[in-house]
């Protein structure tokens, strides 16, 4: 326990508390000011009627706090109710992109096979070619095979560009929330 001798209104009260000394002193002065002021405003009153009137201006103020408080409590819990949700929906999102985004990047590796083993066939043929002339027909159908497994595989990547910065825009949205409800959080707590 602290113990400190305070003087309100030019009377010395002693205060014992658990809080802090410099704690005590300051509501004592806050105390002794109001007092003062109501005083001063009118210098006919006893020091009892100033006491009065001081604990009613301090009660009034202890209201206001508190209505204030408990409004900043419930838009708070409303916040934190609000931002959850969104929380969860983005999240199931971006498992959902994550799949999407291995199947395409699946789907990329085999046409990349593909078109290695195409590239491969392809020298074979062209090296074959000035021995056998007929093959000409099927070198120019691998050429457009080729023409079509590169094509394929252009949108493949471009699907997967398109997942990828669809899935970095939705971390970036859910840090910003995680940051929101931590900031709504530690308000709360503040305003505890």
Sequence with gaps: MNKVTVKIHGSEYPMVSEKS???????????????????????????????????????????????????????????????????????????????ELNKKVEELGTKQTEIDSLKSELENKSNDLEEMNPLKKEIEE?????????????????LASDFQNKLYDLQLKNIELEQELNYIKASGKLLK
Excluded: G, W
């Excluded at 691998?142 to 471009?158: C, F, G, H, P």
């Design 21 to 99: 000394k410099d704690y005590m002193i300051k509501i004592a002065h806050y105390v002794d000011e109001e007092m003062t002021r109501i005083s001063e405003s009118n210098s006919l009153l006893s020091t009892s009627q100033v006491a009065i009137l001081s604990a009613l201006t301090v009660t009034d103020l202890l209201f206001e706090c508190s209505e204030e408080n408990d409004k900043l409590t419930k838009e708070n819990e409303e916040l934190v109710k609000k931002a959850e949700k969104p929380n969860q929906e983005v999240q199931l999102e971006m498992r959902k992109l994550k799949l």
């Design 142 to 158: 691998l050429k457009n095979s080729l023409a079509e497994a590169n094509e394929k595989t252009e949108i493949a990547e471009k």
